[in-house]
């Protein structure tokens, strides 16, 4: 399975971008699917996941109610979409798998490469 994922841009403090992360492969219904962020001179955070084959989501607390995360099972696709943009949003996010829930990145064992998403103020 490879993951690649796309849509992050520059948006101004607000704004709105929807992110896709598409895998190729076949996706069991236990894994998870998730998105991490990391800005410069910080550590990686985790920003949602959601569960391949339930509906259960997970969201950090400084994205809840601003954030969405779903799936697309047909597509192989997970998005996140990102409302009410904040500058201290800006970072580059990941997209990675993991066999079940966990906000620690070392328990995903598989990432894209990566897309960045920078809000102006």
């Known amino acids: 399975v490879q993951l690649q994922a796309s849509g992050g841009g520059l948006v101004q403090s607000g704004g709105s971008l929807r992110l896709s992360c598409v895998a190729s492969g076949r996706m069991f219904s236990s894994s998870v699917m998730g998105w991490f962020r990391q800005a410069p001179g910080k550590e990686r955070e985790f920003v949602a996941a959601?569960?391949?084959?339930?509906?259960?989501?997970y969201l950090a607390s400084s994205v809840k109610g601003r954030f969405t995360i779903s799936r697309a099972n047909a597509e192989n696709t997970v998005s996140l979409q990102m409302n009410s943009l904040k500058p201290e949003d800006t970072a580059v996010y990941y997209c990675?798998?993991?066999?079940?829930?966990?906000?620690?990145?070392?328990?995903?064992?598989?990432w894209g490469q990566g897309t960045q998403v920078t809000v102006s103020s």
């Open positions: 959601i569960r391949w084959g339930a509906r259960t989501t």
């Open positions: 990675a798998t993991a066999r079940s829930y966990s906000m620690n990145q070392n328990e995903y064992n598989l």
